[in-house]
């Protein structure tokens, strides 16, 4: 059985602030990581995803991410925040085998001060 | 081009009644997935299509839920007898390939059900 672990449900930064998101997993299988971001009254949009290879992960709006066997975690962050990545945060997981659903986290709340 | 698109977005209803929502993946992906969102979580999965049939329906809670994707392209989610613990926003998600757990999954808005 594979879980994810948000801690918190609401972070908040000022603009131009280091953005950090933390996401653990569990897996008894190598992971599939990813991270999906929800604005209000939209679908939810992948910002990366790591499979294999590099565990440094770059996605859409300067976010990144990185795996850490060694810690079971996949942590998202952005050097400097702005007003428009006001969102909710999912991270996810899934296997490497046939089925390729996703297990989400509860996600986290990012608020943006300006 | 044109993404996953889930109708209605909105569906109210009253405890016992039958409901049906529908999913239009994106054109040739031959995966489509169902989830599951309540308020403050994380989208649950409940089913997986592989073109026609379905691969992994572990996720649904009981047999009042049921879904068919009889051309292997658009998916209807049906909800037998609602109840109130039903409600939450229902989730498409489509990706392009077979069994390819890298796969990008491509979200719909949802529909939001609510059960009175």
């Known amino acids: 059985a594979q879980s994810v672990t948000q801690l918190g449900s609401h972070v908040s930064v000022s603009e131009g602030a280091l953005v950090l998101l933390r996401c653990n997993y569990s897996?008894?299988?190598?992971?599939?990581l990813f991270w999906y971001v929800q604005y209000p009254n939209q679908g939810l949009q992948l910002l990366l995803k790591?499979?294999?290879?590099?565990?440094l992960v770059k996605g859409i709006n300067g976010f990144e991410a990185e795996f850490k066997k060694s810690e079971t975690s996949f942590h998202l962050t952005k050097p400097s925040a702005h007003m428009s990545d006001a969102a909710e945060y999912f991270c996810?997981?899934?296997?490497?085998?046939?089925?390729?659903?996703?297990?989400f986290g509860k996600g986290i709340t990012l608020s943006v001060r300006p | 081009g044109a993404g996953v698109s889930q109708t209605p977005s909105n569906k109210v209803t009253e405890k016992g009644k039958y409901v049906e929502l529908r999913c239009d993946p994106i054109?040739?992906?031959?995966?489509l997935y169902w989830y599951r969102q309540s308020l403050g979580q994380g989208p649950e999965f409940l089913i997986y299509?592989?073109?026609?049939?379905?691969?992994?329906d572990s996720g649904l809670p009981n047999d009042r839920f049921f879904a068919v994707r009889p051309e292997g392209s658009v998916s209807t989610l049906k909800i037998q007898r609602t109840e109130r613990g039903d409600s939450a926003v229902y989730l498409c998600?489509?990706?392009?390939?077979?069994?390819?757990?890298?796969?990008?999954?491509?979200f719909g808005p949802g529909t939001r059900l609510t059960v009175l």
């Open positions: 790591y499979t294999t290879g590099a565990t």
């Open positions: 998600a489509s990706s392009l390939r077979r069994a390819a757990s890298t796969d990008t999954q491509y």
């Open positions: 299509f592989q073109g026609t049939g379905a691969a992994d």
């Open positions: 996810a997981v899934s296997s490497t085998g046939a089925n390729s659903k996703l297990t």
């Open positions: 054109s040739g992906h031959t995966a």
């Open positions: 897996s008894s299988v190598p992971p599939y």
